[in-house]
């Protein structure tokens, strides 16, 4: 594990493997360095891969309050640490943060790939509530944090709530509690994007590096419609479905194609 230290002075974690051209990975809600870990190894024989803990997660600091800012200040730390110019790859509302991070750092960003940024532009799908982000961070604060994740779950990802009940045992349950405060975190980052409108994905139209937008063909109708939407906006992007995956595709499926896809960056 090696340490860099962000602008605010949070300490953000990660693991640096292999050679070549630097190739951040940025993950979704509930994820740590651990999650991203079997992709970094696979993309390791190509690339330098940074594989970090957002911050609040893992073995990285946390320093409040929240801001989307400080999240795109983390991932230019590790870029600066890449020697000023990396390819980043972002994961369901990591792909977001990636997006937006090269909006604000465009001359940082070399490519970008993201996968099923859980945007709702259309009614396939009922959006988020208003309120969302404010009752993830009430149940936190209320030190509810088993709530926090029912409700990223139920209203979110869509699950139903006898369904959710269930999940109480599984053995993922209790890592997803432990980073229930940074649910928050991403449903910031998502902002008005799933409303229910493509008209905030307007925005990363200024978004002019070669784009790899990537969906999976067993993904609910909404990731596609969302794939679509902000592939059609980014100037320079392209879209692939990878059959037979869905929101968790598998690594010996997704690892090929971001390996053709950053070959000449």
């Known amino acids: 594990m090696r340490t860099v230290t962000s602008k605010d002075g949070t300490t953000i974690a990660y693991d640096q ?17 651990a999650d991203t870990r079997p992709l ?13 803990d957002r911050r609040g997660r893992g073995d990285s600091g946390d320093t409040p309050p929240y801001a989307v800012e ?40 070399a ?11 259309d009614d396939s799908r009922p959006p988020l509530p208003h309120d969302y982000v404010a009752q993830l961070n009430a149940a ?16 979110a990802v869509g699950l139903p709530a006898d369904v959710v009940a269930h999940m109480h045992a599984a053995p993922f349950w209790a890592g997803s509690e432990a980073l229930a405060h940074t649910i928050a975190y991403d449903g ?16 990363w139209k200024s978004v002019t590096v070669p ?8 993904s609910p109708a909404y990731m596609h419609h969302g794939a679509q939407a902000i592939a059609h906006i980014l100037p320079h992007a392209q879209q692939v479905t990878l059959a ?22």
């Open 188 to 203: 910031t980052i998502m902002g008005d994007t799933a409303s229910g409108t493509p008209a905030p994905l307007e925005k």
């Open 40 to 52: 970094a190894e696979a993309l390791a024989a190509h690339y330098t891969v940074f594989n970090y």
């Open 244 to 265: 037979g995956q869905d929101h968790g595709p598998a690594t010996d499926v997704l690892a090929p194609v971001l390996v053709r896809f950053f070959a000449d960056a």
């Open 70 to 109: 400080r999240e795109v200040e983390d991932i230019e730390a590790l870029i600066d640490v890449a020697g000023g110019r990396a390819c980043l790859f972002g994961h369901s509302s990591g792909g977001v943060l990636a997006l937006e991070t090269a909006r604000q750092r465009p001359a940082t960003v």
């Open 211 to 218: 784009t790899l937008v990537i969906d999976g063909g067993k």
């Open 111 to 121: 490519k970008l790939a993201i996968y099923e940024p859980p945007f709702i532009v």
């Open 140 to 155: 936190v604060t209320a030190g509810r944090r088993g709530e926090a994740v029912e409700i990223f779950l139920t209203q």
């Open 17 to 33: 493997m292999g050679e070549g051209p630097a190739l951040i990975l940025v993950g979704g809600a509930t994820t740590a360095r």
